[in-house]
T-cell receptor, first 111, second 112 residues
Framework: GQQLNQSPQSMFIQEGEDVSMNCTSSSIFNTWLWYKQDPGEGPVLLIALYKAGELTSNGRLTAQFGITRKDSFLNISASIPSDVGIYFCAGSQTGANNLFFGTGTRLTVIP | NAGVTQTPKFQVLKTGQSMTLQCAQDMNHNSMYWYRQDPGMGLRLIYYSASEGTTDKGEVPNGYNVSRLNKREFSLRLESAAPSQTSVYFC???????????FGPGTRLTVT
């Protein structure tokens, strides 16, 4: 299947710090999605992006659809302990009947 | 509005046993999906149903079967469980293929 590369694989940050993570592909995507998964739960949709260059915010979270359509970025400002979890990117392509998921970025916030 | 529900939440099977994982959604979505999640592997698509009456294989379909019972329900069956099928299984739904998907809480399956 299509490979989405997420980086970093894991992050350890101090509470209050800002966080940046990204997702890249060798192919063009039409939609980029960002999910968060809390321990023991299913992934929850955070932000959906539909146009190249689009910048969308959801509270302290901001995501961008890369201008090349081959990447996307997620930023979290002023991190708090409840931001802990695994963040997944996902994308859709023309001709595919499902989403492709990245392998996730595991975020740990140190109080 | 419960979203996507899955039963059971936990299950332990012996090798060779069979079981069916149930999934239902109340969002009137057309498309439904089954994923498995293993440590460090992310989400891998097992089977999906783009619309009622259709099912297709995903990335890792071997050892599984599915049934799209109606628009709301999509079940996953393990006919003869193997230890390699120990995983967390997630069901998801979306309005249409390639749209944003909404996930259930997962079923944690252990095969001994």
């Amino acid at each position: 299947g299509q490979q989405l590369n997420q980086s970093p694989q894991s992050m350890f940050i101090q509470e209050g710090e800002d966080v940046s993570m990204n997702c890249t592909s060798s192919s063009i995507f039409n939609t980029w999605l960002w999910y968060k998964q809390d321990p023991g739960e299913g992934p929850v949709l955070l932000i959906a992006l539909y146009k190249a260059g689009e910048l969308t915010s959801n509270g302290r979270l901001t995501a961008q659809f890369g201008i090349t359509r081959k990447d996307s970025f997620l930023n979290i400002s002023a991190s708090i302990p409840s931001d802990v979890g695994i963040y997944f990117c996902a994308g859709s392509q023309t001709g595919a009947n499902n989403l492709f998921f990245g392998t996730g970025t595991r975020l740990t916030v140190i109080p | 509005n419960a979203g996507v529900t899955q039963t059971p939440k936990f299950q332990v099977l012996k090798t060779g046993q069979s079981m069916t994982l149930q999934c239902a959604q109340d969002m009137n979505h057309n498309s439904m999906y089954w994923y498995r999640q293993d440590p460090g592997m992310g989400l891998r698509l097992i089977y999906y149903s783009a619309s009622e009456g259709t099912t297709d294989k995903g990335e890792v379909p071997n050892g599984y079967n599915v049934s799209r019972l109606n628009k709301r329900e999509f079940s996953l069956r393990l006919e003869s469980a193997a230890p390699s099928q120990t995983s967390v299984y997630f069901c998801a739904s979306s309005e249409a293929p390639r749209d944003e998907q909404y996930f259930g809480p997962g079923t944690r399956l252990t095969v001994t």
